[in-house]
């Protein structure tokens, strides 16, 4: 199928991928006098002496807002809020298809750090929680972080905690399907954006020792130049042999390779010089940093991508449902290392015999949901 | 009907009066590489090459942000946003069934003018229209003003010109039934809000003369103490014979009286000192300034109020689905007078012989926004 032209006329037909749906009758004068005035003043009142029943006299408690910039839609970049609503009307409707969660898609016309902190300070009365999403690094890091302060309600940036999530479950399940074990080994991860600080993160708190990070100018080491603070901080935790240069270097004898990059910056030869059987996640979007065949080819014993046409998605679209889905049911303000790991967990073991080509449970399982919804409680 | 107990019990049902749908297909592995990864990059490539693609690609053609701080529920004051948010759910529920349109109810945690400027122009991307709601006076004029200049959108407050179109098309429908003249009436407005202000405003292009206004400290004139700019303004033109006082003075002879403050602020004893055929429209929410069963039996010819439990509604919920559905239709990015009094002829004359006690048609009704959208093009 191509995706492109299909998906196209797809959005041309429906303009627009969700739609408001009432949840209560409004034929009659009646029903118009409880739904709205004078009737609705009741509700109202009930709020203004106690905030909290926001909780169960609105929508707030199944309301999520997904925030974005749109400085960095799926692997094409800084290409504005208006081009960015495919994307967040795609995730609205997978959260309500999933996990029941009813999701705004909220795209807007700012890139300062502050206006949008401000921006998701100003709509909390409205919402459970915060889905932030395809905001560029490194301004991301900086409005997650102070967010998670200064929100009383849960603030998630998928792009950053999602992917982390469904990589730590991918590799979880490589390890089952390997024999190799998380502690010996050597990962190298391409891209120190977002998605990338946030695995390499993730990965080191489960006792990964060996792990390179490379950004478009090569390895990140510390001490070395253009590096921004964040990159600055997770220097002092990788690379330890302060290797230098490019990918082509940096792979040499890798276990696994994560690619949260750009289309086509792998090839078969680098393959080819990795540890015994490699593990790779091509996962940049929408045309991973190598293709599955090819991959394959060159002697690649695991190959997940994000995309949902080839076997073994590692998809955000399998956490972010259930993530939500958990801390709106246990009430929960913030989400820590030890749910996102928890989450990781649940989502590898939904799969009872992991293999090479049934990695991951299917986006379409709805038992997921479940099973991470669950495992934050 | 106990409406208030019957609303809680609504509200305590429902949890929320709306929920997201998704208008597409997600059951399959394919489903889902269309609506998401990697289809979705297509979309959105071809909105980042021209952004008006938005208004064909997303729903942003038929959705309109409903924003309010607060300050202005109903009748009932400032009590917070996470206390309007029943009223903000009602006219989400009621732009979907009456208009088709989805509207995004966004109540925010500030009140300072320029954040809320800054704030609706954030969301302009996702958006097709402004509803600004419940916003209290004299924030809510420079906010109106400010955006209309400053949003490429178009922004309707609907407490002021929402309010001032059903007025107007309900005085329409009186003259036809009382015979009295608009350029000979003598109107009184008791509330100087947001509604009582655009009222006036709309009242006087349709050529009443002879007009005052109150607000809580007794009649507006020139010279007055204590008028902000929008009264010092509107006392230029109203009042010419610089009555002062309170209302029960004011209302004397007067043929019309218009209530925008609040519960129970008219006696029996002021209507009897109006005009023959004297016509009222107490139209506070919940309770009205006089129960149309007393000012009745006082004598007035026709009563309205706000209330769907009462004869002659005079609610907004009449105006703004229309409107907005006329809006996005004919692509206008401004609300112009002239558009306000076609809606409120368009609104008049859905009625074909109106009497006392059928004055305007029911919000239940849905020709009527038909009537004003075609009016508005």
Redesign the interface.
């Known amino acids: 199928?191509d995706?492109?032209?299909?998906?196209?006329k797809?959005?041309?037909r429906?303009?627009?991928?969700?739609?408001?749906?009432?949840?209560?009758s409004?034929?009659?004068?009646?029903d118009?006098?409880?739904?709205?005035?004078?009737?609705?003043?009741?509700?109202?009142?009930?709020?203004?002496k106690n905030?909290e029943k926001?909780w169960?006299?609105?929508?707030?408690?199944?309301?999520v807002a997904v925030v974005s910039d749109?400085t960095a839609?799926?692997g094409?970049g800084d290409?504005?809020?208006?081009?960015?609503?495919?994307?967040m009307?795609?995730?609205?409707?997978?959260?309500?298809?999933?996990a029941g969660i009813?999701?705004?898609?909220?795209?807007?016309?700012?890139t300062k750090v502050e206006?949008i902190i401000?921006?998701c300070?100003?709509?909390?009365?409205?919402f459970a929680g915060i889905n932030l999403e395809d905001i560029s690094a490194p301004r991301c890091f900086e409005i997650t972080k102070r967010l998670e302060k200064e929100l009383s309600i849960p603030v998630f940036h998928d792009d950053q905690d999602g992917t982390a999530i469904v990589v730590l479950a991918a590799l979880i399940n490589s390890l089952r399907v390997t024999g190799k074990v998380i502690k010996d080994l050597k990962v190298v991860v391409n891209g120190a954006g977002a998605a990338g600080i946030a695995i390499t993160r993730l990965l080191i708190s489960q006792g990964v020792k060996d792990i390179i990070l490379l950004d478009s100018k090569g390895t990140i080491y510390k001490g070395r130049a253009k590096l921004n603070d964040v990159k600055k901080e997770i220097a002092l935790k990788t690379n330890k042999s302060k290797i230098k240069g490019n990918l082509k270097g940096a792979i040499k004898k890798s276990d696994v390779f994560i690619g949260v990059s750009k289309a086509n910056l792998v090839n078969c030869q680098m393959i080819k010089t990795m540890a015994p059987k490699p593990i790779l996640f091509p996962m940049a979007?929408?045309?991973p940093e190598i293709m599955p065949n090819l991959a394959k080819k060159a002697g690649a014993s695991i190959i997940g991508t994000?995309?949902?046409?080839f076997p073994n998605q590692i998809?955000n679209?399998l956490v972010f449902p259930g993530i939500f889905r958990g801390l709106i049911d246990s009430e929960k303000k913030k989400v820590t290392v030890k749910m996102k790991v928890s989450a990781a967990i649940a989502i590898a073991y939904s799969i009872k015999k992991p293999t090479k080509n049934n990695l991951l449970p299917?986006?379409?399982d709805k038992k997921v949901v479940k099973a991470i919804a669950n495992a934050i409680k």
Chains 1, 2 share one sequence.
Do not use: W
């Open positions: 199928m995706y492109n032209k299909q998906s196209i797809l959005h041309k429906y303009q627009g991928k969700f739609e408001i749906k009432s949840r209560v409004l034929k009659t004068k009646d118009l006098s409880l739904a709205y005035t004078p009737g609705v003043a009741a509700p109202c009142m009930e709020i203004a905030k926001s169960e006299l609105t929508n707030r408690k199944n309301m749109g839609i799926l094409l290409i504005g809020p208006e081009a960015g609503m495919p994307v009307e795609g995730k609205a409707v997978i959260f309500k298809e999933f009813d999701a705004i898609p909220l795209c807007i016309n700012t206006e401000k921006f300070k100003q709509i909390e009365p409205t979007n929408p045309v994000g995309r949902s046409d998809n679209a299917k986006v379409t």
